[in-house]
């Protein structure tokens, strides 16, 4: 679905070590971190794959954005403006992911606006009615959840973590179109026609969606032998076929496929032909709506010039990048939830509410530089060198890096000094492979290193974390406690962002049951 292009595998030979050990990782279900070693092909496949999920996030808001004003109800446009929020807030995630890897939010961005990185063929098709809004969210979302349920095990540790948190939010995408779409399958004889005829033109771009078939799909083996990928094209499509068909013969539609038949001995849906033709057509960008995505996408990058330019002379300087970690509830500790670029911690505060407190879990934030965050993973408790998490290039951490490192090390160290010999560091660790840095408590020291020191000696005797971060406390901006109420209360009200709020899958039981349902004005 994502990143079907790759180049061949290349690896230095006094590398092949390195590779067997980094293999050997993946095969014992480890995650790879940013300041792991690893090969040169899979950063850049990762960087390749993750950057052509995020422009699919960000270019993927246009066709349903489209439909913001004309949605039938109040209701169904606070959902609909929520949703397309949401693919805004993906990309995000998505997008820092891939700088974890040393690449630069402008690279990927000239990168998609110049042509060279692709997007989802699903996005260059257009929305004729608001029966297309219902079939995105329910065909097209639901076909993403299923490919980015798989990327959640993905053996790189960020991607993996962006999956968790996108997953949770495609379901409440999924459950609003397949509202709509009950909704319009039990309504008038117009309706019923405007949903079929939606269903009809974006059934087969939806099984376009997984990809070429496995067998002309040659980058599936690699992406698979290092984790990237956890099942192929083919498997996820059959998975797909097999859970929707049922469920739209039951809402009484049909779909355009004659070949289309169940196969009892083996327990799947068969199907005809995909037009693999089309879909080629489309990524290379010949499709109904490419030119149309790409000039919208193009004039929002320049019509926003301005304001970029302007924070950039008042700052002298690019957005620095803070780690997010937020607190669900009182009591609980605060955990990584990703990161956002912003000109101060004061804004960044406020950046990291629109992103990562979309829904009611979160009570409290901070945020701290990434640059000021120093990182350690269990294999290299023996290396008495901290590391910043990010400052690296593909072969590692720069020399450039370690001179500012080493720079900016002093220089905490010596303010510290003179102020009280000794200061307050934040520790935070990861304790499963599937987790996030927690924070777990604090410790006092002289320098980031004896911070990191003190860290391992008071903390791993009742956990044994593989990876750990520690900052100076003074670099943590918080959000105060009597902001809670502003700054995330109204979220509360917003129930319609929670895919509980949709009551689908009793609505589908009664279809099946023949028993009538209670329509509403939603």
């Known amino acids: 679905m994502y990143g079907t292009t790759t180049d061949p595998v290349e690896i230095d030979n006094d590398e092949v070590g390195k590779l067997l050990q980094f293999e050997a990782r993946i095969a014992r279900g480890e995650k790879i971190e940013p300041g792991d070693w690893m090969p040169p092909e899979y950063r850049r496949q990762l960087i390749r794959m993750i950057s052509q999920h995020a422009h699919s996030e960000i270019v ?79 065909l097209v979302d639901f076909a993403a959840i299923l490919n980015q349920t798989m990327l959640a095990h993905c053996s790189y540790g960020p991607y993996a973590r962006a999956m968790v948190r996108i997953c949770m939010e495609e379901n409440f995408h999924k459950k609003q179109g397949q509202d709509i779409v009950i909704t319009l399958a039990r309504g008038t004889r117009h309706q019923k026609a405007m949903l079929q005829d939606a269903i009809n033109r974006w059934w087969w771009p939806t099984l376009m969606m997984f990809g070429p078939p496995d067998n002309d799909s040659p980058n599936s083996a690699i992406l698979i032998r290092w984790g990237i990928k956890t099942r192929s094209n083919d498997e996820l499509r059959q998975d797909f076929l097999n859970k929707i068909v049922p469920e739209l013969h039951d809402l009484g539609l049909t779909l355009p496929d004659p070949e289309l038949r169940y196969d009892e001995e083996v327990g799947n849906w068969c199907y005809g032909a995909i037009r693999w033709d089309e879909f080629w057509q489309v990524i290379q960008g010949k499709g109904p709506c490419n030119k149309e995505r790409m000039e919208a996408r193009i004039r929002a990058h320049e019509d926003g010039r301005w304001v970029r330019e302007a924070v950039e002379a008042y700052t002298q300087k690019k957005w620095p990048r803070f780690q997010v970690f937020v607190q669900e509830k009182s009591g609980a500790p605060h955990e990584d939830a990703g990161s956002v670029h912003a000109p101060d911690a004061e804004m960044a505060l406020l950046n990291a509410r629109d992103v990562f407190a979309r829904r009611p879990a979160c009570v409290s934030m901070w945020v701290v530089p990434v640059e000021s965050i120093y990182s350690k993973t269990a294999q290299e408790l023996g290396n008495s060198t901290s590391q910043r998490i990010l400052d ?10 370690a001179s500012r490192e080493s720079a900016n090390s002093d220089h905490h160290s010596e303010s510290d000094q003179q102020i009280t010999g000794i200061s307050t560091y934040e520790v935070f660790c990861k304790v499963k492979e599937a987790g996030t840095q927690t924070h777990v408590g604090e410790v006092e020291a002289s320098s ?27 670099v943590v901006t918080q959000s105060k406690p009597d902001e809670v109420e502003s700054m995330y209360a109204p979220a509360r009200d917003k129930t319609f962002r929670m895919s ?16 009538p349902t209670t329509k509403d004005d939603r």
């Not at 990185?117 to 809004?133: G, H, Q, R």
């Not at 690296?392 to 890096?401: I, M, P, R, T």
């Not at 949709?502 to 049951?513: K, L, N, P, Y």
């Open 392 to 401: 690296k290039d593909h072969s590692g951490y720069s020399s450039e890096s």
């Open 448 to 474: 980031p290193e004896q911070a990191m020191e003190r860290a391992v000696e008071k903390y791993s005797q009742v956990r044994k974390p593989l990876v750990w971060w520690v900052c100076p406390a003074h």
């Open 60 to 138: 993927g808001q246009l066709p349903e954005g489209a439909w913001i004003t004309r949605a039938p109800s109040l209701r169904r446009k606070m959902i609909l403006l929520a949703k397309v929020q949401d693919e805004a807030g993906h990309g995000q995630y998505l997008y820092h992911a891939a700088e974890t890897l040393g690449a630069t939010r402008e690279e990927l961005q000239e990168a998609l606006l110049t042509g060279r990185a692709k997007y989802s063929n699903i996005f260059n098709y257009p929305t004729l009615s608001w029966a297309d809004v219902g079939v995105i969210g329910y």
């Open 500 to 515: 509980t709020d949709f009551h689908t899958v009793s609505a589908m039981r009664q279809i099946r049951d023949g028993k």
